[in-house]
T-cell receptor, first 112, second 112 residues
Framework: QQPVQSPQAVILREGEDAVINCSSS?????VHWYRQKHGEAPVFLMI?????EQKGHEKISASFNEKKQQSSLYLTASQLSYSGTYFC?????????????FGGGTRLMVKP | EAQVTQNPRYLITVTGKKLTVTCSQN?????MSWYRQDPGLGLRQIYY???????DKGDVPEGYKVSRKEKRNFPLILESPSPNQTSLYFC???????????FGPGTRLTVL
């Protein structure tokens, strides 16, 4: 089942922060985050594995709450280059193979 | 340069005419996958492969076939395309799924 992302869209001014959430109805083994700019392929941001870890990538970080079956992507002091659509992809169980299910995406627009 | 290539990038065809979209990666990745992207539905996995001769169904495999005879290539075959297979298709590779996944540039397919 497809994970649910919220919000569906967000508009920010440069320098503002944003949080994108990804929730699953099933227990998760891992969560992947991608960013896709218009007309381009998705680009990998980070992966979080079961264990409740938090990862960082420049001013973009993410957390994974295994108990709540959800992950959040944090964008701090947003830049114009952060604009795009963000997708979370979830893997429910290592033993279920490596099927990755993506959420519907969150469209982020950063304005000057 | 590490990359995933897809061909063709654009294709317009008619219902029932068999077609193949090729995907090739030069990173010696074990894992390869095919996705389709449709407005409002995000990315949906069609098939994936963990290694040569090992393939498995994703979320939406109906109407598609794949093969993995060589590590670098993972073609997507539409034996009898239908208009509901009009979509943007992405190939991806990684090693293994817990590592970064690299997406190809995409193939925009229109079935009339």
């Amino acid at each position: 089942q497809q994970p649910v992302q919220s919000p569906q869209a967000v508009i920010l001014r440069e320098g503002e922060d944003a949080v994108i959430n990804c929730s699953s109805s099933k227990a998760l083994y891992s969560v992947h985050w991608y960013r896709q700019k218009h007309g381009e392929a998705p680009v990998f941001l980070m992966i979080l594995l079961k264990g409740g870890e938090q990862k960082g990538h420049e001013k973009i970080s993410a957390s994974f709450n295994e108990k709540k079956q959800q992950s959040s992507l944090y964008l701090t002091a947003s830049q114009l280059s952060y604009s795009g659509t963000y997708f979370c992809g979830t893997e429910i169980d290592l033993n279920a193979g490596n099927m990755l299910t993506f959420g519907g995406g969150t469209r982020l627009m950063v304005k000057p | 340069e590490a990359q995933v290539t897809q061909n063709p990038r654009y294709l317009i065809t008619v219902t029932g005419k068999k077609l193949t979209v090729t995907c090739s990666q030069n990173m010696n990745h074990e894992y390869m996958s095919w996705y389709r992207q449709d407005p409002g539905l995000g990315l949906r996995q069609i098939y994936y492969s963990m290694n040569v001769e090992v393939t498995d169904k994703g979320d939406v495999p109906e109407g598609y076939k794949v093969s993995r005879k060589e590590k670098r290539n993972f073609p997507l075959i539409l034996e009898s395309p239908s208009p509901n297979q009009t979509s943007l298709y992405f190939c991806a590779s990684g090693s293994p799924i817990t590592d970064t996944q690299y997406f190809g540039p995409g193939t925009r397919l229109t079935v009339l």
